[in-house]
């Protein structure tokens, strides 16, 4: 697998994780809200169009919306699982002894995924072109769906493996 299709991978997993959190973010959040607001009369005519236009440039707004800050921080936590995990199976199959060093992997591999994510995501605003790219692309569902199976999968496996691999002491 060369660079170039790893980093459009990691950008379509970003790409996709960003449509779930503002498709959460307007069903659960923004619609209800203006339907309260609007059923009491408070928003109408053109303060109902400033506002629907106020939460897309705050919230869903791709280049520096609420939601990309979280998309980056569930890409961060989900590739610092993944590491956790693989850390935790050289530590428990290679038979080595962490005693108090175990701050380092909570602290570090944070701080390797971010960077790791920042590198293929964020470095030079590479997310943009792929956002474009993926948008002129037929998106459908399977691509969020596919980020909840791997972001959830990974979970599973962490919890799986610390519970597996700890009642073999």
Known sequence: M????????????YYNTNR??????????????????????????????QAERNFSNVITNQEKGFNTFFSLNY???????FLGTISFYIVKLGQIT?????????????IISFYINWFFIRKDDKYLS??????????????????ITIHLMNLVIFILSVFLLSENQ
């Open 98 to 110: 962490i005693n108090g060093e175990l701050i380092y992997f909570v602290v570090g591999l944070p």
């Open 130 to 147: 792929y956002y474009k790219k993926f948008k002129t692309e037929e998106t459908s569902m399977k691509g969020i769906f596919l980020t």
């Open 2 to 13: 060369t660079f170039e299709k790893i980093e459009g991978l990691w950008n379509y997993f």
């Open 20 to 49: 779930l959190l503002n498709l959460l973010s307007v069903n659960i959040f923004f619609k209800p809200i203006l339907k309260f607001y609007k059923s009491v009369g408070i928003l109408k005519g053109e303060k109902l169009r």
């Open 75 to 81: 890409m961060v936590l989900t590739f610092a699982i």
